[in-house]
């Protein structure tokens, strides 16, 4: 209740704001319309950039060569016999 009370009295002076300084408010909104312009044209050319950038970066993942799969696990394979070589070569310093 308390809100809708609020709202409509803000209502109220807004509309008794608006009819007493009719003049100031053209002249901000006058300075607000172009400096909104501006702002969003520097917003959109940002987005643009960024969008171009991204393409340009897909473009250039397209000619990566494919990793494939037979490759990946040669390379798990090789990771886990270098592991055990190590545990080994641990374990023979410690027999010594």
């Known amino acids: 209740m308390k809100t809708l009370i609020g709202g409509a009295a803000a209502a109220v002076l807004g509309i008794i704001g608006l009819t007493v300084w009719w003049k100031p408010f053209l002249q901000l909104l006058a300075g607000a319309i172009p400096f909104a312009l501006l702002s969003g044209g520097a917003l959109a050319i940002y987005l643009g950039f960024d969008e171009l950038s991204d393409t ?4 250039d993942e397209e000619f990566a060569p494919p990793v494939n799969q037979e490759y ?7 990771k886990k016999e270098v592991e055990e070589l190590k545990t080994e070569k641990g374990s023979k ?3 010594k």
């Open 72 to 78: 990946k696990e040669e390379v798990e394979k090789l």
């Open 93 to 95: 310093k410690a027999k």
């Open 56 to 59: 340009r970066r897909t473009k």
